[in-house]
């Protein structure tokens, strides 16, 4: 029989992601994202690929879902782990209006899962909600 590999430091890092597409808090940033990272899909019809210090700053600069009271969806939907050092990890997240499917590539670089490709898609939008 063998043994069941411990993904509860991976589930850690989707939680990271979670978090931090939820407050936008970017002091976190680095412990989500490798610095190589790169991020590719389509919104409003257009492939868009953004390097990982470009996103970073969108974050920075956008008020954050939380400060906005915007409801909260995150869903892992798959995780499939290729080896101790790699997986991929399809989530279902809100982020404001915007519903994405995000396709997570991570990779456990100096024993920290940290996302090294994100693609993205799309789900649904939402009506702002009135304040």
Not at 7 to 32: K, W
Not at 42 to 48: A, H, P, S, V
Not at 70 to 91: F, G
């Amino acid at each position: 029989m063998t043994e069941s590999p411990n993904i509860a430091p991976l589930l850690e890092a989707v939680e990271r992601y979670f978090t931090l597409m939820y407050d936008n808090d970017v002091s976190q940033f680095d412990r989500v994202f490798a610095p190589t990272a790169q991020l590719h899909g389509f919104r409003d019809g257009e492939l868009r690929i953004l390097p990982v210090r470009d996103y970073r700053a969108l974050l920075a600069a956008a008020p954050s879902p939380k400060s906005k009271n915007a409801p909260c969806l995150q869903e892992i939907l798959l995780i499939d782990l290729a080896s101790p050092a790699q997986a991929l990890v399809k989530v279902r997240v809100r982020i404001d209006v915007l519903q994405y499917v995000d396709y997570l590539s991570y990779h456990r670089i100096h024993d920290v899962w940290l996302i090294t490709a994100k693609s993205f898609h799309v789900e649904r939008r939402h009506e702002p909600v009135a304040t």
